[in-house]
């Protein structure tokens, strides 16, 4: 794949929960992942790149050891073109991991789309995802419409972590297609001219 065009995709797992689901859901999409010609992933897991819980004051710097931690996450970010965030809800919303990892970046939102894979119990965690799009509207971020839901999640998947119900596999494209449409569309218009918030 050309360097020049292919696109850096960032898929977070959100969940740092003992015993979690989510890595499963994870490589279940990281399957599509690598059967496309136009897409690269950085798999990025908040529970093996833990970020520090306390924030600086405003104006202040920030407390040692934090650059390291961030170091782990920062830069990956930065150099994705598009973002995938696999997430479960948690009490109607998203994880606290995932508001965190979010709240210390914040450039690295700009002008850039964001699709979502959810997982969760009867709701497939749908209301988690309606309170991140509020979220990243705030950092500049571009939400894709179709997402990917797996309601009643731990029944969704076979043996081998495939997906049980094909209607997941072409909701996946649907999502990754329009993950890569507007990743193209907005890196190419900030070539142009950059984004300014």
Do not use: C
Not at 86 to 112: C, G, M, Q, R
């Amino acid at each position: 794949m050309d360097g020049m065009f292919g696109l850096r995709v960032a898929v977070i797992v959100g969940s740092t929960r003992d015993g979690r689901f989510g890595p499963v859901v994870a490589n279940w999409l990281l399957t599509h992942l690598e059967q496309r010609e136009d897409m690269t992933f950085d798999l990025v897991d908040l529970a093996e790149t833990p970020l520090p819980t306390v924030f600086p004051a405003f104006g202040r710097p920030a407390a040692p050891g934090t650059a390291e931690l961030l170091a782990t996450v920062s830069p990956r970010l930065a150099a994705a073109d598009a973002f995938v965030i696999v997430t479960p809800e948690y009490n109607h919303s998203f994880p606290a991991s995932l508001k965190n990892a979010i709240d210390w970046h914040n450039k690295e939102w700009h002008a850039k789309p964001v699709g979502f894979v959810s997982y969760g119990g009867l709701s497939g965690g749908l209301r988690a995802v309606e309170q991140l799009r509020v979220v990243l509207a705030e950092l500049h971020a571009v939400t894709i419409r179709d997402t990917v839901s797996f309601h009643g999640a731990w029944t969704r998947f076979d043996a081998d972590a495939g997906a049980k119900d094909p209607a997941a596999d072409a909701a996946a494209k649907t999502m990754l297609d329009q993950l890569a449409w507007w990743a193209h569309a907005l890196r190419d218009a900030k070539a142009l001219r950059p984004y300014t918030a």
